[in-house]
């Protein structure tokens, strides 16, 4: 093999080697996500993450939605009374529920831009939310979702208190 003839193949094979490893349809590590999740320093931002983890079905992220101190109120109707559960139990079941649907649609209605754009530390805010949620093929359920929310010391919002108000 002539001196020319091996340049070219070992060029070949050079280029192969380092485009190979390249995938230009690819993103770059973390980038995707970084674009869709916020970072929660303000409410908009935390309802946001909220919807995506629903959407999404992403526990990791909806966890990072509740602070450790969360409770979600319901009405029990079989008792006929409020009732509460806990973080650890909201996990639980928020968990099963994203496993039994392939597909959940959350969706935030009239939030008031004063809440949207809500960014104060050390303030706990209390607003009411209007919301659509859709699990699977089903007619979505519509209701109002009381929220308080607190600012934490990493500068992002999360949930202390949940009340489903239908």
């Keep these: 093999m002539n001196p020319s003839n091996r ?10 080697i380092t485009t190979s490893c390249l995938n230009p349809f690819a993103p770059v590590e973390g980038d ?11 409410i ?34 079989v ?33 008031p831009d004063y809440v949207d754009t809500f960014s104060q530390p050390d303030i706990d805010l209390d607003f009411i939310v209007r919301f659509n949620l859709t699990l699977g093929n089903e007619v979505p359920l519509m209701g109002y979702a009381r929220f308080i929310a607190r600012k934490g010391v990493d500068g992002r919002f999360r949930i202390i208190s949940w009340r489903d108000d239908f």
């Design 7 to 16: 340049f070219i193949i070992i060029s070949i094979i050079t280029a192969f």
């Design 32 to 42: 995707v996500g970084q674009r869709i999740w916020s970072d929660q320093g303000s």
């Design 44 to 77: 908009g931002g935390l309802l946001d993450n909220f919807a995506l983890a629903y959407d999404y079905r992403d526990s990791l992220r909806y966890a990072d939605c509740l602070d450790e101190s969360f409770i979600f109120h319901y009405y029990d109707i």
């Design 79 to 111: 008792n006929g009374h409020f009732d509460r559960w806990f973080r650890e139990t909201d996990l639980k079941a928020t968990g099963r529920m994203f496993k039994a649907f392939d597909n959940i649609d959350l969706e935030w209605n009239l939030v």
